[in-house]
């Protein structure tokens, strides 16, 4: 069973930059295509940036150009460097890993931009 665990949201002011980590355990392989999803109160969950095993990504509109997404494969783990954040960023953050016939879902980790 894939294990997903996220960390390194927390509270930052408008125009501030966190970095999110997610690693996977329990999976002898790499995942086809990893992701970063978010999910503000009283919305739906929306992908946020994604990035293949090959190493493609591509970013919602409303965080291009301020956020990106990396890998290190060897060590099983997606990051979401995220500047320039705004309050409208504020949500819980889920990592996402897409196998070919499965996926699994992170905890997620709660990132407030409030000032």
């Known amino acids: 069973q894939v294990q997903l665990v996220e960390s390194g949201g927390g509270l930052v002011q408008p125009g501030g930059s966190l970095r999110l980590s997610c690693v996977a355990s329990?999976?002898?392989?790499?995942?086809?295509?990893m992701a970063w999803y978010r999910q503000a109160p009283g919305k739906e969950r929306d992908v946020v940036a994604r990035?293949?095993?090959?190493?493609?990504?591509d970013y919602s509109d409303s965080v291009k150009g301020r956020f990106t997404i990396s890998r290190d494969a060897a060590k099983n783990m997606v990051y979401l460097q995220m500047n320039s954040l705004k309050p409208e960023d504020t949500a819980v953050y889920y990592c996402?890993?897409?196998?070919?016939?499965?996926?699994?879902w992170g905890q997620g980790t709660q990132v407030t931009v409030s000032a």
């Open positions: 996402n890993f897409q196998y070919a016939i499965s996926n699994y």
């Open positions: 990035i293949t095993r090959a190493g493609s990504t």
């Open positions: 329990g999976s002898r392989y790499s995942a086809n295509t």
